[in-house]
T-cell receptor, first 114, second 113 residues
């Protein structure tokens, strides 16, 4: 069964600290993996998109890694800011016939406290 | 600024009534999507459209209907047949159905009263 699991479910850190969020998937055949940031009551905003051949991609203080062999991805946030408080969602795309389908994780809820 | 506009942000509906959620984009994207988000669940695809005058059912289309008469508009109607319509609804678009990135609207929170 195609699944995306994220951990931890929630996380509280102090401003300025680093943190790493995890995403494990069993989706096949893999197409790409995306990380989104979703503020409360808002739509998700794309942070990174990674294909099979990419193992690291950065977007400012956000760095995503992908290990296609172990089917794991991580999102590392450096020097956290209060504005990083949000839900971070991992989404994996797979080929389904002539179409591409998405499997959405449940997200990690991050709270950055002063 | 280019983007996707969803309206209204909050919507209340009485049981048995149909209601239409608006989604407009000025990104010149071909593909548009409607998702539903519930607590404790990942986003679920309701309907999508890859081209004007064509749309396809997603994973949870029952009780919903859409139209795509214009490239920039993709309204979603929640009908009385939808048994549990209270949710956060998200509209998204992409350049075409094969590209990687979605742009999302700000969402509409629908509550049945």
């Amino acid at each position: 069964k195609n699944q995306v699991e994220q951990s931890p479910q929630s996380l509280i850190i102090l401003e300025g600290k680093n943190c790493t969020l995890q995403c494990n998937y069993t989706v096949s055949p893999f197409s790409n993996l995306r990380w989104y940031k979703q503020d409360t009551g808002r739509g998700p905003v794309s942070l990174t998109i990674m294909t099979f051949s990419e193992n690291t991609k950065s977007n400012g203080r956000y760095t995503a890694t992908l290990d296609a062999d172990t089917k794991q991805s991580s999102l590392h946030i450096t020097a956290s800011q209060l504005s990083d408080s949000a839900s971070y969602i991992c989404v994996v795309s797979f080929h389904a016939g002539n179409n591409r389908k998405l499997i959405w994780g449940l997200g990690t809820s991050l709270a950055v406290n002063p | 600024d280019g983007g996707i506009t969803q309206s209204p942000k909050y919507l209340f509906r009485k049981e048995g009534q149909n209601v239409t959620l608006s989604c407009e984009q000025n990104l010149n994207h071909d593909a548009m999507y409607w998702y539903r988000q519930d607590p404790g669940q990942g986003l679920r695809l309701i309907y999508y459209s890859q081209i004007v005058n064509d749309f396809q059912k997603g994973d949870i289309a029952e009780g919903y209907s859409v139209s795509r008469e214009k490239k920039e508009s993709f309204p979603l109607t929640v009908t009385s047949a939808q048994k549990n319509p209270t949710a956060f609804y998200l509209c998204a678009s992409s350049e075409d159905g094969r590209t990687y990135g979605y742009t999302f609207g700000s969402g509409t929170r629908l509550t049945v009263v």
